[in-house]
């Protein structure tokens, strides 16, 4: 189950449990089928199921993006007209597409990380960015493969190996 094949396959339990997982990295199965109404087991299994389809990433607290249909990845830089930055940031945050949105230094002043299903899902994000308020224009970088995930634990063992531990 990856890609759209997988996006069709999920039904609105396994959506809600993908949400309250996402909302609260930390639930418990028992908290997880009570907050949602269903039984233990239910909930045990659908998790365990997402895990084997490769929705949510080891661990069990992320979700593969790719998995739920996803699989556009692309970089953008917003050149903004500095009076207008606060309002454009609260305009990306209303983006769903959006993940992440950096003030940078250098060429241009903003950067996000926009997911699409496709081209044509990208393009409509991309044109809802460009009629932000303070956008002066943007320039967009495809993704075209991810060699290393976001990742944290090589800083976390280093600092671990620094105190001795």
Known sequence: MIGS???NQLDPTDVKILLAMIRDPRIQIGELSESLGIARNTAQTRVRRLLRAGVLRPGGR????EAVGYDVVAFVTIEV???ELD????ALRLIPQVLEVHEISGRGDVWCRVVATDTHNLQ???RQVLRIKGVIR???VLAL???ILYRTEPLISGLARASGT
């Open 81 to 83: 007209s500095h009076r």
């Open 124 to 126: 409509a994000s991309l």
């Open 145 to 147: 493969h991810t060699h």
């Open 62 to 65: 992320e979700v593969d993006l």
């Open 5 to 7: 094949d997988c996006l």
């Open 138 to 140: 943007t320039e967009t």
């Open 87 to 90: 309002g454009v940031v609260a």
